[in-house]
């Protein structure tokens, strides 16, 4: 009797190793897989003035810059994951500054591949943007709607880029958000 008792009990703790090793097998898979998240994964937008290596980012919509410098524009968009089929997304331009901004419908997208931003084109070649400029008035924002009907998207992380200048000025900056594809 006393043998099948210490069989038994043996075999408990036996278990409760085997349960206790599986568990912390766990808690490290997640700590590291939470370690290894990677800066890819992260949605932020950027603003840079062409031919500077100077980029203000932000993870948080505009909220707070890295760097802590507030730039005087910037965009976001209003969906962080998009769908592979979806038509068009909606940015939003902020215009912080004193001076009227100008921009254009255009947009150039690129997916993050290999750790770096790839130029991501259109499936179709026969489609281009109108050429209209507009105005962006100072301390104020605009919606635009971006067609992405003529991209065949997969799943992955793209940025979507745009082009502005000031009024009277021939100093462009780059305007970039990123979004995720599901």
């Known amino acids: 009797m006393k043998?099948?008792?210490?069989?038994?009990m043996l075999r408990k703790k036996y278990i409760i190793a085997l349960l206790f090793c599986v568990l912390a097998i766990f808690v490290v898979v997640l700590i590291l897989?939470?370690?290894n998240s990677k800066e890819s994964d992260i949605v932020a937008i950027h603003v840079q003035e062409q031919g500077s290596d100077d980029i203000?980012?932000?993870?948080?919509?505009?909220l707070s810059w890295i760097d802590g410098n507030v730039p005087e524009f910037f965009m976001t968009t209003q969906k962080k994951e998009?769908?592979?089929?979806?038509?068009?997304?909606?940015?939003?331009i902020q215009n912080k500054s004193d001076d009227v901004v100008i921009y254009e419908k255009a947009f150039y997208l690129y997916k993050w591949s290999k750790n770096t931003w790839v130029?991501?084109?259109?499936?179709?070649?026969?489609?281009?943007?109108?050429q209209w400029a507009y105005l962006l008035q100072p301390n104020s924002s605009c919606d635009m709607e971006c067609n992405l009907q003529h991209y065949e998207f997969k799943r992955g992380k793209y940025l979507l880029k745009k082009s502005v200048c000031r009024e009277n000025e021939d100093i462009y900056w780059d305007l970039s958000v990123e979004f995720v594809v599901k």
Do not use: H, L
């Not at 203000?56 to 505009?62: H, I, K, N, P, R």
């Not at 998009?82 to 939003?92: D, Y």
């Not at 130029?119 to 109108?130: C, G, H, I, L, M």
């Open 3 to 8: 043998e099948s008792q210490g069989k038994i």
């Open 33 to 35: 897989s939470k370690k």
């Open 56 to 62: 203000f980012t932000s993870e948080d919509d505009g």
């Open 82 to 92: 998009i769908r592979r089929n979806e038509e068009k997304t909606t940015v939003t």
């Open 119 to 130: 130029p991501y084109e259109p499936s179709e070649d026969n489609w281009a943007f109108t």
